[in-house]
């Protein structure tokens, strides 16, 4: 399997997160990567951005490997993935960091370092009473109460700085940061009419958010935030509400943006899992991961990220490794002599 650079011909079939204004918004450089078998047969893709900081160039993915024509193996993938780490190399790339939430990997190159990830994803091709009957009985009835209590959903552009606003209080009470509004703004301007903006009121009175990229792959749960008491059930409804609007636009799927495996009892983590889980969605199971290419540049990388938030997500999650059963638990001898 060879890894080369391919043009950019996006299509709304693909997720939008490969789209070349989101990947131009999101990257200093950025580009697909085409997946050969056989140097001639165009096997998958791999859309990536290049983030420099100071004088480290750091890749990092923002879809996972797309496949082109029919089922690609497991083994294919990492083949592809390792002639990735070739490529990277080549062009003077100093390490790949963790890839963004919604990017789950099913397999991941020779000498990463990886941890298990996982996102809820809701099947919007099915008929909305199958939807909804997979719901929990305690979503079910939060929505019901919420609708009955007066709940009121909107959605649209015009309600792009309160979804700002609200997103960021929200992370502010955990004391996490947030993007600066003119990097919001920006985003909104390089998606256009491929992002939704929703928000729940009670009588009035803001209760929560979600902004949500969208194509005809899917629609994913970006950001979002709620108030410190919001009226029971308003995110529920909220995102009842995103899900029929985007099946009824021909989206195929309503991701819910990441969940840790097997998150400690009791946790936070936990708490969300349990909510995104009970929309009825399935669990994709895999991996987030990284990657040295430049070793001692890698090391500066970690130096960093551990001063700042005591490490990234794969340092976070990979002592699960261990235990872990995902989708590569064969691969090794699967891939033996290829």
Excluded at 95 to 100: H, Q
Excluded at 110 to 138: C, F, M, Q
Excluded at 181 to 188: T, V
Aim: glycine fraction near 8%.
């Amino acid at each position: 399997m060879e890894a080369k650079p391919i043009p950019i011909r996006w299509n709304r079939a693909l997720s939008i997160y490969a789209s070349e204004p989101f990947l131009r918004y999101a990257g200093d450089q950025y580009g697909w990567l085409g997946g050969f078998a056989q140097g001639v047969e165009l096997r998958c893709i791999l859309p990536y951005t290049i983030v420099e900081k100071a004088f480290i160039r750091m890749v990092r993915f923002r879809v996972e490997t797309i496949a082109t024509q029919g089922e690609l193996s497991l083994c294919e993938e990492r083949m592809f993935l390792n002639a990735a780490m070739g490529y990277f190399r080549s062009i003077g790339a100093d390490l790949v960091i963790p890839a963004s939430t919604n990017t789950i990997f099913r397999t991941v190159p020779e000498g990463a370092i990886a941890a298990p990830y996982g996102s809820y994803i809701v099947d919007l091709t099915e008929a909305e009473e199958t939807r909804w009957n997979r719901l929990h009985s305690k979503h079910r009835n939060a929505v019901r109460n919420a609708r009955k209590n007066g709940v009121q959903i909107k959605s649209g552009n015009e309600y792009i700085d309160t979804a700002y606003e609200m997103a960021r209080s929200t992370l502010r009470r955990s004391q996490m940061p947030f993007l600066s509004a003119d990097s919001f703004k920006r985003l909104f301007d390089a998606l256009s009419e491929n992002i939704g903006v929703f928000i729940a009121e009670h009588r009035g009175v803001l209760q929560g958010c979600a902004v949500i990229p969208y194509s005809d792959d899917s629609a994913y749960y970006l950001y979002g935030g709620s108030a410190a008491k919001p009226v029971p059930g308003a995110m529920n409804l909220l995102h009842w509400e995103a899900m029929r609007h985007f099946s009824e636009v021909g989206t195929k799927r309503y991701d819910f943006v990441g969940t840790r495996i097997a998150p400690e009892k009791g946790s936070k983590q936990e708490g969300l899992k349990m909510f995104k889980e009970r929309f009825g969605g399935a669990l994709f199971r895999g991996y987030m991961w990284k990657y040295p290419i430049r070793k001692w540049k890698y090391e500066l990388y970690q130096l960093g990220v551990l001063r700042l938030r005591g490490g990234d997500i794969v340092d976070l999650e990979r002592h699960k490794m261990k235990d872990y059963k995902g989708p590569e638990e064969s691969l090794v001898e699967a891939c033996q002599g290829a």
